[in-house]
Structures are given as structure tokens and as C-alpha cells.
């Protein structure tokens, strides 16, 4: 969606899919679904059929046409894994990622099986991929919890948990396997409370673990009063990142023709031609 962003975590995100639909506790206050919404019906709008699912394939060659190296959010308008988006134009958005390999990517799902599922198959080739981090939402212990298995068990070379909203204390989770954890209250309008103590339990679990920590914010109505220090300091831990050299132009270009060559012309995935990649404005 956009080449800067305000999410603490990221540089950037990355939206080749926009519209998705609620799975979760987590989702109750959506704050996708509440920008989407607002745009439905607003004619020429990118959100003018509000929070519908729908492919975006004219976004998928954007990460190519970045030139300077992003921490890239994928689908912060979205749920990349969500059954209504086809496996191949999944993987011909895991394609992009492992051609444009100078931005690290991170991929955020609730839906954990899918993610297990296809990484063990369809997506082995960027699976193991370091610039590539693939992770779970972990909102409670019902419904939460329960996708850190399905991530330890995908096959990953980078898997992280964003514990956002946090809505209860969760208990020992495990964090084996699990190379980074982002923990964050909810905000906005009718916002859930956070405790202290939650908060304080999970740092200490990573601490103990040696996982990196980022503590997001602690939320509420207003967030920005809140802030985001834990007993005066602030966690800005991240796993080490692996910086690939910059792609040439026509190197970019090659690798969007080889990826159109492979979806292309299966109707499967109508993607865009190649006209925004060869614009000016990619050099
Ligand atoms: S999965 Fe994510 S994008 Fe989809 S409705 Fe829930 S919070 Fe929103």
C-alpha cells in the first residue's frame, strides 16, 4: 500500500491483496477494516469496494521498483493466507520476495494452518529464505496460542509471533523455534485494556529464551500518551537481518518477465504487464 509506513516494526508495506474477513477475537476492532470501510463507494478509490477481498495484482511488481532496501510489511490490509486468495497467486507473491531479495519481508497471518501447509509444499523454495520472516498473530490463549504450533511446525528460517491485540495473560508459551516477538496493546475506540504484569511475563519468557523483543505500545484510546516504555525503557529488539545486494533494472525486469512467463497465461492470475516496470520512475 504504501512505500512508508507508521507501523513501528516496518519501513513499508506491501499490499497485493486488500479486503479480508474477521477469524478471530483479534480482529473485533480491525483497524483495515475500519480504513476500508470508510472509502466504500468512493468512486476510483483502491478501497472503493471497501473490506471485500479482492486480488491486487497490479501491486505485485512493487517491491522491484524499490530501490533503496525496506523492511516490508505484507498485507497490512490483508490476510495473505486467507482462503479466498488462490495458492498460485500466493506463491506468485512469494516469487516477488525471492526476486527482490534486497527488502526483508514479513509476512503476518492468523491463518496458521495454511501458512504450515503451504510452506512445507508450495512455498519450499522461500521458506528458507532468511530475508523472508514468516509469522502469527497471538491475540489469547483460545484461538492465539494455538497457531504457534502450526509455525513451529512450517518449515522457516525466520519465524516470529506479533502478540497484538494482547487481550489476556497467556501463560508459559513456546518459544523454541521462534526467533522474534512483538507484543502491543490494542488502540483506538473502545480499545481492551492491557496489564503490566502480562507484558512483563512474556519479556521475561524471551529474555529467558534469548528471542528478540519489541514492545510495540501499550495502546488504549489514546496511544500516543501511553507510549510504549516498559519500566522506563524501550525494546526495540529485532533478529538479525540479512542485507542482498540491489538488483540492476534489467535484472528486475528479467525476473518480472520469468514470474509473469510462470502465472501469466495460466488465467489463473491475471497479472499486470510489464509497462510499471519498465516506467522511468522504476530507475
Ligand atoms: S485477519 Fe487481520 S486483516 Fe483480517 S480481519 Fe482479522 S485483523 Fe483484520
Known amino acids: 500500500m504504501a512505500e512508508h509506513s507508521h507501523i513501528e516494526w516496518t519501513d513499508a508495506t506491501w499490499n497485493p491483496v486488500r479486503g479480508c474477513t474477521k477469524i478471530s477475537p483479534g480482529c473485533k476492532h480491525c483497524y483495515a477494516e475500519t480504513f476500508a470501510e470508510r472509502l466504500r463507494g468512493v468512486e476510483g478509490h483502491p478501497y472503493e469496494q471497501g473490506f471485500d477481498l479482492r486480488l491486487v495484482p497490479e501491486k505485485l511488481w512493487e517491491p522491484l521498483r524499490w530501490r533503496n532496501p525496506k523492511m516490508t510489511f505484507l498485507n497490512s490490509m490483508s490476510d495473505l493466507f486467507h482462503e479466498g486468495v488462490p495458492e498460485e497467486y500466493i506463491v506468485a ?4 520476495m ?4 534486497w527488502h526483508t519481508y514479513q509476512v503476518l497471518t492468523k491463518r496458521a494452518e495454511r501458512l504450515e501447509k503451504l510452506l512445507n509444499t508450495k512455498l519450499s523454495f522461500a521458506a528458507e529464505q532468511n530475508h523472508i520472516w514468516w509469522g502469527v498473530s ?11 504450533a502450526h509455525l513451529r511446525k512450517a518449515s522457516a528460517a525466520i519465524r516470529f509471533l506479533s502478540i497484538e491485540p494482547l487481550l ?5 508459551i513456546e518459544l523454541k523455534g521462534i526467533h522474534w516477538v512483538i507484543v502491543g496493546g ?11 504484569e502480562w507484558v512483563l511475563d512474556l ?3 524471551c529474555k529467558k529464551s534469548g528471542v528478540p523483543f519489541f514492545f510495540k505500545q501499550w495502546g488504549g484510546v489514546r496511544k500516543k500518551s501511553a507510549g510504549r516504555k516498559l519500566d522506563a525503557k524501550t525494546y526495540d529488539e529485532f533478529p538479525d537481518r540479512v542485507q542482498y545486494p540491489v538488483s540492476s533494472v534489467e535484472e528486475c525486469i528479467d525476473h518480472a518477465r520469468n514470474i509473469e512467463a510462470i502465472f501469466g497465461t495460466n488465467g489463473l492470475v491475471p497479472l499486470t504487464n510489464l509497462t510499471a516496470v519498465r516506467n522511468p520512475a522504476f530507475a
Open 93 to 96: 507473491v512469494a516469487k516477488v
Open 98 to 101: 525471492t526476486a527482490a531479495k
Open 138 to 148: 497471538v491475540e489469547d490463549k483460545k484461538y492465539g496460542v494455538r497457531r504457534i
Open 168 to 172: 489476556e495473560e497467556l501463560g508459559r
Open 186 to 196: 490494542e488502540s483506538g475506540p473502545g480499545a481492551r485494556p492491557i496489564e503490566k
Open 203 to 205: 519479556r521475561n519468557q
